[in-house]
């Protein structure tokens, strides 16, 4: 299995109304890849990102999950193919009527058959390994903003998905919790197979956890491959070379 | 000493499912043998089979999982709960035997330890007497604060008249239009219903007496000096007093009241003094035309219905109207909406931090609003009776 192109998107467009964020996007995904969407603010990762779980239709072109025409299928087809995928939003997402054991608890309570005790289990197992055990009770308004995160995390990882996407998880993390979220990706991806899509700007993050990358450029509005994160620092595209080095090159 | 390994009877599991059992290979040692599939999608076996087992101190825990098909969190939160209960007993655990992924994610689950915090939502069932005690309390605490605001938005007052208030004069403009003339087609809709209640209602007891012109009387006045501000009052605080707090709230929950404070700009003057002045002049415009539409419903009904000239209800009504009713209505019509602005405001930077908080100030600004119209209408009905205007 390892290598096949498990997530692929072909010719992908992104706009808004007649607003063009990114075009003609092609990059694959492989499975256990740590892949790491770069580029400045406004350039379209975020939006890359709805494109890719369903939540806003491309422009143009397609995203496949394991071969299958995601945006092309039926709406239960599509809603199968999303439940494969654990998404962290920017903002965090938590549903703030609920506590964060509730809401690690809803996507186990509304997709496996799980008595609640097990599912307690599961979701303090789950808030431990992003170090919030203990927190089961809180509110997320009662949070701190990379607690958010973390829980938001937490979330995502609920149902084991095979595809873990997220949207800036270090951003407002200290950076020892950030690496140790760093640790948590990667272990997540050698013990458990997932394959990992990164959303980053954290340059030391992208580098020590990335082993596939694109660059969105904002300017050309289209991206950039850009492989091996540690290996684009050194031999890549320059404008690359420039985001990464933090514009010291 | 037992070396055969024992099947734990409560899950006779499938060819592929999960399975449990366990052995002593020498005394104070429990191996646990893990095969199968743990996946959260097979029924996993319950952890006290296997923690009766596990020896009294001094004893030690190992694996065997050379049989493991698969696992993910199904076999993770098994092992970090029978993990919990060995440290409770005091059990040595020796996890060599676990496969390299589940011991790394395990000692991360362990990393940070689980935060002492005091219990949470621990009152959940109390009697009623209790419940009327605490929210008479609530209601009790609520007054300092309504008292505070009041004063907050008094002090930004004298403010603006000493030309110091710090606002905008375009939001006052947008608060304007958006509470008057979008609030035209409901407060038309009403007051002409209302005006033919009255009317209606009028004709009825008047038919008793003989005296139906007196229609116009009833209508006139009423229209004008009560229902008028009444109705409109009410329609205002559903439409504007909750989208007060809606916004504010809103405001609230992003942190922007929080960055005006920080600026050392008062946010009463930049938010709430708009919101204030925009009611207290467009409220008794809408009383005015919500008077004379209700005044128009009447006049229809009494000439088509009740057979009265158009001619002799025109009189009567210009008889009835004295000039104090106007006064009165429009006096009436600036305090509801000082009321409706007043509770709109108070509720939304009471708001909490969370999306349900904001729906609750809304729902909030609504009853006080209601609330404090009720009761201000009540007051003055008594004193304008008492001063005889
Ligand atoms: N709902 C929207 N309507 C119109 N334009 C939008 C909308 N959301 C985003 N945009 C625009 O699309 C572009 C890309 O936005 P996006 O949120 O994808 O950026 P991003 O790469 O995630 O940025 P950041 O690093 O700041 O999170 C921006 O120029 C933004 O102005
Ligand atoms: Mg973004």
Known sequence: ?249 | MRTRPEEDGLHPAGESGPRLSWHRPSEGVLTLVLAGRWCLDETLPARNAAERDIPAVPGRLTFDTAALADWDSGLLTFLAGLLKTCAARGVAVDPSGLPEGVRRLLAMAAAVPEQKVPPRNAAARTSLVSRIGAATLVLARGAPAMLRFLGEIVLSFLRLFSGRARFRMSDLWLEMEQVGPRALPIVSVISFLVGLILAYLGADQLKLVGAQIFIADLVAIGMVREVGALMTGIIIAGRTGAAFAAQLGTMQVNEEIDAFRTLGIPPVDFLVLPRMLALMLMVPLLTLYAGFVGMFAGLVVSVTIFDISLFEYYNETLRALELKHFWVGLSKGTVYGAMVAFAGCLRGMQCGRSAEAVGEAATSAVVTGILLITVAASVMTIVYYQLDI
Not at chain 1, 12 to 41: C, E, H, P, T, W
Not at chain 1, 72 to 94: H, P, S, V, W
Not at chain 1, 120 to 142: C, H, M, Q, R
């Open chain 1, 1 to 249: 299995m390892a290598g096949r192109a498990h997530i692929e998107v072909g010719n992908l467009s992104m706009a808004y109304g007649k607003f063009l964020v990114q075009r003609d996007l092609n990059f694959a995904v492989s499975k256990g890849d740590v892949f790491v969407i770069m580029g400045g603010n406004g350039c379209g990762k975020t939006t890359l990102m709805r494109a890719l779980i369903g939540l806003q239709r491309p422009a143009a072109g397609t995203v496949r999950y394991d071969g299958e025409d995601f945006w092309g299928a039926a709406e239960e087809d599509r809603a199968r193919m999303k439940r494969r995928l654990g998404i962290l939003f920017q903002g965090g997402a938590l549903w703030s009527s609920l506590t964060l054991a509730e809401n690690v608890a809803l996507p186990l309570a509304e997709y496996t058959g799980l008595p609640p005790a097990r599912v307690a289990e599961i979701v303090s197992f789950k808030l431990a390994l992003v170090g919030l055990a203990g927190f089961e009770d809180f509110y997320p308004s009662e949070l701190s903003g990379g607690m958010k995160k973390r829980a938001g995390l937490a979330r995502a990882m609920a149902l084991d998905p095979d595809i873990l996407i997220v949207d800036e998880p270090s951003s407002g993390l200290d950076p020892l919790t950030a690496r140790r979220l760093d640790d948590l990706i990667l272990e997540l991806r050698e013990s458990l197979g997932t394959t990992i899509i990164v959303i980053s700007h954290d340059l030391a993050s992208i580098l020590a956890i990335g082993s596939d990358s694109i660059y969105l450029d904002a300017d050309t509005h289209t991206m950039i491959a850009t492989g091996n994160p540690r290996e684009a620092l050194t031999h890549g595209d320059p404008k690359v070379r420039h985001f990464l080095t933090r514009g010291s090159e």
